[in-house]
């Protein structure tokens, strides 16, 4: 059975500080792992990773993947409060399997 | 590139009734796929459905589930027989356009509730 496992469950944080939240998989046939931000509802699309040790950016928001050690990293640099939210990483294979997220919350 | 559009926002029903969920893309796109998240719980993946038909599914999306695409523009997702635990936040979500995709972009979602 595929899965997804995120860490830490949980993290708080204040304005400014940099954050790395975690993700281990374990998907038969893996294709690429995905990166959602998931504040009230949808999930919204920050990173795809196929490859391993290419780092994506994206202004505060980058992700590296390396897979041989099946694992990736969401690095958020000088937080802000609008950061607040869920992260979700999923794995995909001919669908996602999503991990449980990570509930960040950044204070002023 | 935008996201597919849902309908109804929030959808509230008695146990045992039928519901169907709209999922109205925006543009042609050939991969969409359904998600189901209950409250606090992971986002599960239920079907998957590439040039109106569906490709994969998963152990939830069994007898009770169907998915069609009737107008060759809404894609549905049909409940029968509603349950309690089918109370669940359910995301479309789309692949990008004309190509087999590893990306997909969720729609806001329709909130269920069984009574």
């Known amino acids: 059975e595929d899965k997804v496992v995120q860490s830490p469950l949980s993290l708080v944080v204040h304005e400014g500080d940099t954050v790395t939240l975690n993700c281990s998989y374990e998907?038969?046939?893996?294709?690429?792992l995905l990166w959602y931000k998931q504040e009230k509802k949808a999930p919204t699309f920050l990173f795809m990773l196929?490859?391993?040790?290419i780092e994506k950016k994206s202004g505060r928001l980058s992700s590296i993947l390396d897979k041989k050690e099946l694992f990736s990293i969401l690095n958020i640099t000088a937080t802000q409060t609008g950061d607040s939210a869920i992260y979700l990483c999923?794995?995909?294979?001919?669908?996602?399997?999503f991990g449980s997220g990570t509930q960040l919350t950044v204070l002023p | 590139e935008p996201e597919v559009t849902q309908t109804p926002s929030h959808q509230v029903t008695q146990m045992g009734q039928e519901v169907i969920l709209r999922c109205v893309p925006i543009?042609?796109?050939?991969?969409f796929y359904w998600y189901r998240q209950i409250l606090g719980q992971k986002v599960e993946f239920l079907v998957s459905?590439?040039?109106?038909?569906?490709?994969?599914k998963s152990e939830i999306f069994d007898d009770q589930f169907s998915v069609e695409r009737p107008d060759g523009s809404n894609f549905t997702l049909k409940i029968r027989s509603t349950k309690l635990e089918d109370s669940a936040m359910y995301f479309c979500?789309?692949?990008?356009?004309?190509?087999?995709?590893?990306?997909?972009?969720f729609g806001p979602g329709t909130r269920l509730t069984v009574t």
């Open positions: 999923a794995g995909s294979a001919r669908q996602l399997t």
């Open positions: 998907v038969t046939n893996f294709r690429s």
């Open positions: 196929t490859s391993s040790g």
């Open positions: 543009s042609n796109h050939l991969y």
């Open positions: 459905f590439y040039n109106n038909e569906i490709s994969e």
């Open positions: 979500a789309r692949g990008t356009s004309g190509s087999v995709s590893y990306e997909q972009y």
